[in-house]
């Protein structure tokens, strides 16, 4: 991690979860981190969980991924005040409590999308003109993933979020080969993991029982953190993570 020390990382979706998790990890391992989150007071919170000299060094910023403007205005700030983003995770996503067939479901369809894939756009379009403005070469673009970004499990509640899902891994290739025809070296990593312990599905959610196993946050920035510091010719595309004895 020596090359990102003092480089800018931007989360998005930092109040909880795995957003959370990776911001922790990230500024304990030396970076610069900006927090993007709906729940400002959370990333306060955040902030104040942390040591005092990493807590210099990470800044919470109220952002709503699926509003266009609220990202570009994001990533301007990043710009002007930190000097620019080299690492982007997007990690914002939501699942609504619907079936695709239900009625007057067309808004929580349409939330789905504009977070899980618009908004994952609008960031990464953001950062990569920030890099190419900047001429720096050597970004890397994280998008969390999941399991059901590939495969469909026979389970309840899944609705928009699992083609959402499918079109992030679609997403990841197109990105990788408009950045290699941008002529630049910024890697794309799609991390897929099965199911974590976060508060995306909620605690009533019926597909979640405390028997089944879970990956926990933590996991996941582990992650993160071994995807960003491959070697310049290094890039995984795709990684899978499955907590052990996960049946789908």
């Known amino acids: 991690m020596d090359r990102w020390r003092n480089r800018v990382a931007v989360v998005t979706g930092a109040s909880s ?60 700030w990043v710009d002007q005040d930190l000097g620019g983003a080299d690492v982007l995770v997007n990690n914002a996503g939501i699942i609504r409590p619907i079936r695709v067939m239900d009625e007057d479901n067309s808004e929580a369809l349409k939330a789905i999308l504009d977070t899980n894939v618009l908004g994952v756009t609008w960031c990464t379009r953001q950062m990569f003109r920030s890099l190419l403005r900047r001429k720096v070469n050597d970004g890397h673009v994280v998008i969390i993933n999941s399991i059901v970004g590939h495969k469909v499990p026979m389970m309840e509640g899944l609705n928009m979020y699992a083609p959402s899902k499918h079109a992030i891994t679609a997403l990841t290739e197109v990105l990788r080969q408009e950045f290699i025809k941008s002529g630049t070296q910024t890697k794309i990593t799609s991390i897929s993991p099965g199911v974590v312990n976060t508060e995306i599905f909620g605690s009533s959610s019926i597909e979640l029982s405390s028997a089944m196993p879970m990956l926990r946050s933590e996991d996941i920035a582990d992650a993160v953190s071994y995807c960003i510091q491959t070697p310049p010719n290094v890039q995984i595309h795709e990684l899978t993570i499955k907590p052990v004895g996960e049946r789908f």
Do not use: H, T, W
Request: glycine fraction near 8%.
């Open 17 to 76: 979860g795995i957003g959370a998790a990776c911001c922790r990890d990230l500024v304990a391992k030396g970076m610069v981190v900006v927090g993007l989150a709906r729940r400002e007071e959370r990333l306060k919170e955040l902030k104040s969980s942390l040591p005092a000299d990493q807590a210099a060094n990470f800044y919470g910023r109220r952002c709503d991924v699926s509003d266009e403007q609220q990202v570009k205005e994001a990533f301007a």
